[in-house]
C-alpha cells in the first residue's frame, strides 16, 4: 500500500515539476496586483533555499507577452483549427485572489486537438473587461481555456465575450463560486465547457503568446475565436462583483504576426 501512495506522490511531484513553468507557478512567488503591472520589478523576498530575485523578470523582458491588440491587417493562412473535444464534468469552482477560476477534476478527459497535438483541459478562467482587444476595442470580458500537455506546451484557446443574451451554462460558475477569495466550493456540480465555446469556430486568430499573469511564461499558442458568446448584464455585473479590472495591458506585437484563419474575419 505504502510504495503505491509513493509511486502516487512522485508522479504528482513530476507532473507539478513538469507544468510548473506554465501555470501552477502563478500560484507560488511574491504577491502581485493590476494596479501596478511593473511585474518585472516585483522582488523575491521569501527565505526559499535559492530565490529568485526577480520571479517575474519575464514579463518585464519576455518579447512575447501576451494580451495583444489585433488588428485589420492579421495576415491570413492555412491553419490548424483547434478542435475542442470537451466533455461535461464535475470541476472545482474557485474565487481566486485574480480571477474567478474552473478547475477541472482528476481524470478529467477533455482536451482540445489542434493538428495532431492533444491538449488535456486543466482549467479556465474569466477578465474583465477582455485582454485581447480588436482594432483597439476590449469586449467586455474575455475567458480563457488554459490546455496543458504533459510536457508542459500549453494552447490558450479563448472565448471573447460581449453582453446580450442569459447564459445557463456561466449561471451555474456564478451560483457555485465562493464570494470570499482563496475559497473553493464543494464538488459535485455538473458543467459542460462546450457551452461556452462560440458555435462558429471556423473562424479565429492565432499567435505565439505568453501568461497574461506572473510569471508571464512564453511559449504558449492562443487561440482567440473571431465569434463572441454572450452573458447578460446582470451576470457581467456579477463576474465583476466577484473580480473586475483583472485584465493585463496591451503588450507590443515586437515583430510577431497575429494569424487569422479566413480573410474578413474582422469584425465577426
Ligand atoms: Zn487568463
Known sequence: MRHIVRAKLLVTTMLTVMISPSWAASDSGPSWDYKNQSWAQIKDSSTKPVPLNYPYATCGIGSSQSPVNITGTAATGRLNRPTPRYI?????FLNKDHAVQVNTEEGYLGSVAIGNDVYPLIQFHFHAPSEHTINGKPYDAELHFVNIRRDGKAAVMTSLISVGAFNAEFQKILDNTPIVDGQTNAP??????????PTNRRQFFTYA???TTPPCSEGINFYIFSQPITISAEQLAALKNLDNNNNRAIQPLNGRVVTSSKAGAMGQ
Open 209 to 211: 503568446g505568453s501568461l
Open 88 to 92: 461535461p464534468g464535475t470541476p472545482l
Open 188 to 197: 459535485g456540480v455538473r458543467l459542460n465547457p462546450n457551452l461556452l465555446l
